[in-house]
C-alpha cells in the first residue's frame, strides 16, 4: 500500500502567486522584532542588569529596601511591558485620538501600578554581597542599639519596642540575604530606624567579590550589544519603529 498526498493544481498556483515555493510546499515566515521596539526593550532591563553587576561585583554590601527593590524591578522589565502586553491589548482608536499622548497615559499608569505594588507589599530588606553567617553578629550590634528586649526564635527575631517583626531569607547561590516581615501590620518607623542603624554597621564591612556578578555583566554585554548593533547598523529602522509606534505618518 502506497501512501501519498494529492497536489490540487490550483492550490499550487494560489501557493506559488502568494510567495511559496515553487514546489507548493508552503513555508512559515518568522517576523523579528523591529530595530526600536528592540531597543525599547532591552534598554532598561540592560541598565538594570549593569547595576546589578556593579553591586556583586564590588567588595562593599548593599542594603536596599524591598519597595525599592520592587520598584528597580519594575523599571528594569518597564521596555518589555510596553512593547508586550501593553501594546498588544492597546486599542487602535486610542491611538488615532490621543496620538503619542496615549502613551505617556500608559508610562503614568504603569507608574502608579508599580508605585502600588511596591506600598502594599511586605516590609523587607535586602543586603547584596553578604551572607547569613555574616549579618548575624551585625544584627547582634544594631539589636544592642535599637532594642535589648528582642528575642530570637530560630531564623525569625521580634523587637516588641520597634514593633517589627522579621525572619532572616538567605539565598548563598545569589549571596544574599534578606529581613522580611512575618506580617503586613508593622510599624514603617521601626522598619526605616532599622535600616538606619544597619546600614551604618554595614559601611565598615567588607565582602569578597561575586561571582555572580560575571554572569550579570556578560548578560548586560549580549544586551547592549544587541541594542548597539541596532542603533549603529540600522538607525532608520529605529526610527520608522519609533514613528510607526506612535502612529507619526
Known sequence: MKYGMKTNPAALMCW??????????????????DGFRLCLALGPLTVYLLVLACINLSKRPFLVSGARDLTALGVG??????????????????IYAY????????LVMYSLSVSLAALLTRPRLTIYNFTAERLRPL?????????AEARWAGASLSLPKLDVEFFIESSPALKNVSLVA???EQSFAGWKRLQQSLAGRLRAAESPANAWGVVLALSCFVLAACVGWQ??????????????????F
Open 16 to 33: 506559488t502567486s502568494a510567495g511559496g515555493f515553487a514546489s507548493g510546499v508552503p513555508y512559515v515566515t518568522i517576523r523579528f522584532m
Open 77 to 94: 522589565v518597564s521596555g518589555m511591558v510596553l512593547v508586550g502586553p501593553v501594546e498588544l491589548l492597546l486599542p487602535e482608536q486610542a
Open 99 to 106: 496620538q503619542g499622548y496615549v502613551w505617556l497615559l500608559l
Open 139 to 147: 544584627l547582634a550590634d544594631v539589636l544592642d542599639e535599637l532594642d
Open 182 to 184: 512575618t506580617g503586613a
Open 231 to 248: 542603533v549603529v547598523l540600522n538607525p532608520q529602522a529605529v526610527t520608522s519603529g519609533f514613528r510607526q509606534m506612535l502612529r507619526l
